[in-house]
């Protein structure tokens, strides 16, 4: 049987509710809740899979791990926080974890469309304030249709493509940027490049990984091609915005508003404007975090590396 250590399981299992059997049963399993740098080359010792959950391992420290570990599991889609070419150079496999929380982050980005569309938020800061001219006058606050809107999709991996299905039941209409141009049977759904989807949507949200290629992929110069109207919503990784120019944006009102479950850094500082703005909806990094996308991850990472002891290795991203 295999040794395996989670290093820092409680990223996961914040709540103390998921069942880890599916690792349990196949694999000599430890599990702690974090590990600093200065435990980590000590927690790894006789291990043959080190899982991480968003846990930065570096160069150094992975070429100092032991010659027993042979597979590095992400707990998740991004694995930015692994330097895989350090992890090649060591022969290490590492693989990660897609689709586990697809229709949570989708949903979320759905979420952010639907309440900027109304106002919901301020809505709900006019009432805290005591302000109930929304009930007594005219409405104060914009309130829209998304039907026939344009929707903005920036990837179109699995959370991109399950976006575009739910925005289509709604009505929108979808242009998508993707590395590779897809072809769609959907006469509403078309592929364009980024510029011109930028100009034309009323949202565009952004479901790509973070790559060197996609780091400050939108930044001040991409934000003013975009419609002051339109919204921009993040579920994928913070620094795809040049977050300096997305408050320069928000305060200048060169876009109308944004919905960002990532920021960059996370948590962001308390300092940051984005905490105090009227047209901006932030939460912490929460699309992944429904229970039903946690356990089904823990599933799938036991799928990962039973196909690994299995030499049949699945969703490897440094082969």
């Known amino acids: 049987m295999k040794n395996a250590v989670f290093l820092n399981a409680a990223k996961l299992n914040f709540d103390n509710k998921l069942s880890f059997l599916p690792l349990i049963d196949l694999t000599a399993f430890t599990m702690y809740d974090e590990s600093i740098d200065a435990e980590i080359l000590e927690r790894v010792k ?26 590095i599991c992400e707990a998740g889609t991004g694995y930015n926080n692994i330097d895989i070419a350090a992890a090649r150079e060591r022969n290490i496999a590492v693989c990660n974890v897609p689709g586990y929380s697809t229709e949570a982050v989708a949903q979320l980005a759905i979420t952010f469309i ?41 990837g179109a991996g699995t959370i991109g493509q399950q976006v575009i299905k739910v925005a289509r039941a709604l009505g929108m209409n979808i242009l998508v940027y993707n590395r590779t141009p897809k072809q769609w049977n959907d006469e509403h759904i078309q592929s364009v490049s ?6 034309d949507s009323d949202f565009v949200t952004i479901h790509c990984p973070l790559t060197k290629d996609t780091k400050h992929l939108i930044d001040k110069e991409k934000l003013q091609m975009m ?13 795809i915005i040049k977050e300096t ?13 944004a919905g960002l479950d990532v920021q960059d850094p996370e948590p ?29 991850l823990i599933d799938l990472l036991a799928h990962n590396i039973d196909s690994f002891i299995q030499r049949k290795p699945i969703h490897i991203v440094n082969g």
Not at 194 to 199: G, K, N, P, Q, Y
Not at 227 to 239: M, Q
């Open 245 to 257: 120019d997305l408050i320069e944006a928000l305060q200048n009102e060169m876009i109308a508003g």
């Open 46 to 71: 006789g291990q043959h899979i080190v899982i991480t959950k968003e846990l930065p391992l570096g160069r150094d420290i992975i070429h100092q791990f032991p010659s027993s570990v042979k597979l």
């Open 194 to 199: 980024l510029d011109e989807l930028l100009r």
């Open 114 to 154: 639907l309440t900027l569309s109304s106002s919901l938020m301020q809505q709900q800061i006019m009432i805290k304030q005591h302000n109930y001219d929304n009930f007594t006058k005219h409405l104060q606050l914009p309130h829209f249709e998304v039907q026939s809107k344009t929707l903005g999709v920036i």
């Open 227 to 239: 419609k002051t109207s339109a919204f921009i919503i993040n579920t994928s990784r913070g620094p």
């Open 268 to 296: 962001p500082e308390l300092h940051n404007p984005l905490f105090s703005m009227r047209n901006v909806i932030l939460t912490p990094h929460i699309g992944w975090k429904c229970f039903e996308s946690r356990q089904r």
